[in-house]
């Protein structure tokens, strides 16, 4: 295989990341990728390489955005608590509070921090969603306003890999009068120079990567032929029903679309620089976007020890976002995935795209990458290799006279 060019730079003593992110083209069959690093606030680490398509046509740039699947959920979050920050959003209102239609089907008194922590039972509504209506954001929130739970809320957790972005979302939206892209920008990306969209500008679509060798909804039931197929009505008719239900709202077969680029789904259709994403995470873990307080209850576990998620317990491997405690809309750096400090906060996505912030170190990281990969925990291989490589650079820069 033709060595990958790799550019951009490492600041003294983080060399061992550029090693390390050539390595994941010798070894680990990258396309194109990009890995950015701020340490206080600076740039350690910004490096970019490969191509922007599967036929090898386009050079990866140093701007180019890629979709980033569920690591769009930390950036989702963050809205929401921008808002509790300000006062305007509390945590423990119900969520009919600012979005009325939503008591409905027992739903009246669900908070909104089970939405944030995957408690809420909604994973996806009772119907499969009509082929091109995940686009439509009023129709998708009502659906899901008349969706009875698919468990008794707040008893149990499940990953809403869809529906998480469309229900803090609307609250956002409730809230503000904006949408969860135009909010994002407006008062996150935009005022920090950080290239992330939730709603990618058609202006801005020639520089965004094709995603290579996703799987389609139907790839996806070959690979796990024990997924009912819907009408399913419950947890009790299947233990998976609610995540084949939830793949009905994947399009999956246009992820490379202008439309699909185009609309806002938070949960997953945010496109990105690694260097936007690390620069907004350098933001949160210099206290420059909430109070203190408001980041420790970010990051404060949502979970009970032990407990199964109920969408994806036995369906995603050990190790895995199925094995993992929430906090307030952020993956908890359990089995290390994000370093070695247990207290960083970030989101992965689909494909192996992850990114956190550590602020007990000043950190900040960002990964992304087209070439589908691993899953949505932080664990694929390439990131574990880049997050090894920045830790260790981190030690050697400190243990230096």
């Known amino acids: ?106 739903k009246e008194a669900i908070p909104v921090r089970w939405l944030l922590s995957h408690r809420a039972g909604l994973p996806a509504p009772r119907e499969p969603l009509a082929e091109g209506r995940a686009y439509d954001w009023e129709y998708v929130c009502e659906a899901l306003a008349a969706t009875p739970p698919w468990w008794e809320p707040g008893t149990a957790q499940g990953y809403h890999a869809v529906t998480f972005g469309y229900l803090v979302g609307e609250v956002v939206r409730r809230i503000t009068g904006r949408s969860l892209g135009a909010f994002l920008r407006e008062e996150i990306t935009g005022p920090l120079g950080a290239e992330v969209f939730i709603g990618t500008p058609v202006a801005e679509q020639p520089r965004c990567a094709d995603m290579v060798g996703q799987l389609s909804a139907a790839q996806l039931r070959e690979r796990f032929p024990d997924l009912p197929t819907p009408p399913v009505r419950g947890i009790a008719d299947h233990p998976r029903a609610g995540v084949a239900l939830a793949l009905t709202y994947l399009p999956t077969g246009d992820v490379n679309s202008a439309a699909y680029r185009s609309a806002e789904i938070p949960s997953g259709n945010g496109h990105a620089t690694a260097r936007g994403l690390a620069a907004v995470y350098a933001a949160l873990a210099g206290g420059g976007l909430v109070r203190p307080a408001t980041l420790e209850a970010m990051r404060s576990s949502q979970s009970r020890p032990g407990e199964v998620d109920l969408t994806l317990g036995g369906f995603a491997p050990e190790g895995s976002a199925a094995a993992y405690r929430w906090g307030l809309g952020y993956m908890l750096n359990d089995r290390g995935q994000a370093g070695p400090n247990r207290r960083t906060l970030g989101h992965g996505g689909a494909g192996g795209s992850y990114a956190f912030a550590d602020p007990e170190n000043g950190l900040a990281y960002a990964y992304v990458m087209n070439r589908f990969g691993g899953g949505t925990s932080g664990e694929d291989p390439r990131s574990r290799a880049l997050v090894a490589a920045v830790y260790e650079a981190l030690a050697g820069v400190r243990g230096r006279p």
């Open 1 to 106: 295989m033709e060595a990958a060019i790799v550019n951009g730079h490492c600041a003294p003593g983080f060399e061992g990341v550029r090693a390390a992110f050539e390595r994941n083209f010798r070894e680990h069959d990258e396309v194109g990728a990009a890995v950015a690093v701020l340490r206080d606030g600076a740039p350690v680490v910004d490096l970019w390489g490969g191509h922007a398509d599967a036929a090898g046509s386009r050079a990866w740039e140093r701007d180019t955005l890629v979709n980033v699947y569920s690591t769009s959920k930390g950036m989702t979050a963050l809205c929401a608590h921008l808002l509790v920050d300000r006062g305007e959003l509390d945590l423990d209102a119900p969520v009919a509070h600012y979005w009325p239609e939503f008591a409905r089907e027992g």
